[in-house]
């Protein structure tokens, strides 16, 4: 199994950003996959899950702006994110979660920094 996030960098307020995840090895067998992140100084939050039957959750400071999505064919979960604010400045990190047997899988992060 291995996750590893991409798509992190620079970008200036309001602007666009989409971060994808390679999942190999688990695409088929996560029940539920999702995009978390952290600031400094901050505890690890959820941004967005999506199961594997498609159903959706976002957290609070998403809604409205960020997308999640997952390409099984592809093995690629993907993270739209727009409308950015300084906010939201910080690791994502994917994340994956099997049930047989029960295991949480994390990738390395991608920073992400909004900014002018």
């Known amino acids: 199994v291995q996750l590893q996030a991409f798509g992190g960098g620079l970008v200036q307020p309001g602007g666009s950003l989409r971060l994808s995840c390679a999942a190999s090895?688990?695409?088929?067998?996560?029940?539920?996959m999702g995009w978390f992140r952290q600031s400094p100084g901050k505890e690890r939050e959820m941004v967005a899950i999506i199961s594997n039957l498609g159903s959706k959750n976002y957290g609070n400071s998403a809604k409205g702006r960020f997308a999640i999505s997952r390409d099984n064919a592809k093995s690629t979960l993907y993270l739209q994110m727009n409308s950015l604010r300084p906010e939201d400045t910080a690791v994502y990190y994917c994340?994956?979660?099997?049930?047989?047997?029960?295991?949480?899988?994390w990738g390395k992060g991608t920073l992400v920094t909004v900014s002018s």
């Open positions: 090895g688990i695409m088929d067998s996560a029940y539920m």
């Open positions: 994340n994956a979660r099997t049930a047989v047997p029960a295991n949480t899988y």
